[in-house]
């Protein structure tokens, strides 16, 4: 981490050691243990005018990976996989052995109004679509006051 000169005395020293050890580490980390530092579901949201397009970007995730739920107006969208990767050498002894599961959610509110029936959704090359359309909601009555004398 790179302090202020003030905590340390070797301020250019903590720039190269912490820049290039993290590098060294990261090259020698499985796939399966980089896939954690990914961030997971950005999502891009552009108002169309009668409803919201959303692309939700799931890189490396299959269709049978997703979910989306719809309760009391929130749409949540799941995402969840594992792999296991084995290698053996030739009398079937492992040499390695990976185990990965992962899972990332989130959810947007959409209002009441809107309906399962309503959202129309798709998956190709690894982006989730969805249709939001945009629903009136009742306006609140505003309060009156009676003017005390």
């Not at 599961?101 to 809107?114: A, L, T």
């Not at 989730?128 to 006051?145: D, F, G, I, R, T």
Request: glycine share 4%; hydrophobic share 30%.
């Amino acid at each position: 981490m790179l302090v202020p000169s003030i905590f340390n005395t070797n301020l250019s020293n903590d720039f190269f050691n912490d820049s290039f050890d993290s590098m060294f580490r990261d090259a020698f980390r499985s796939p399966f243990e980089r896939m954690s530092n990914v961030s997971c579901m950005s999502t891009d949201i552009q108002d169309l005018g009668d409803k919201y397009q959303m692309e939700i970007e799931l890189p490396g995730y299959e269709k049978k990976d997703l979910k989306a739920d719809l309760k009391d107006g929130y749409l949540t969208v799941t995402a969840e996989r594992s792999a296991n990767k084995e290698e053996k050498d030739e009398n079937g002894k492992f040499v390695r052995r990976e185990r990965y599961m992962g899972s990332c959610q989130r959810s947007f509110y959409v209002g009441k109004n809107v309906t399962q029936e309503d959202i129309h959704a798709s998956f190709e090359n690894g982006i989730l679509k969805l249709m939001v359309p945009k629903k009136e909601v009742p306006a609140v009555e505003e309060k009156k006051y009676i003017s005390i004398q």
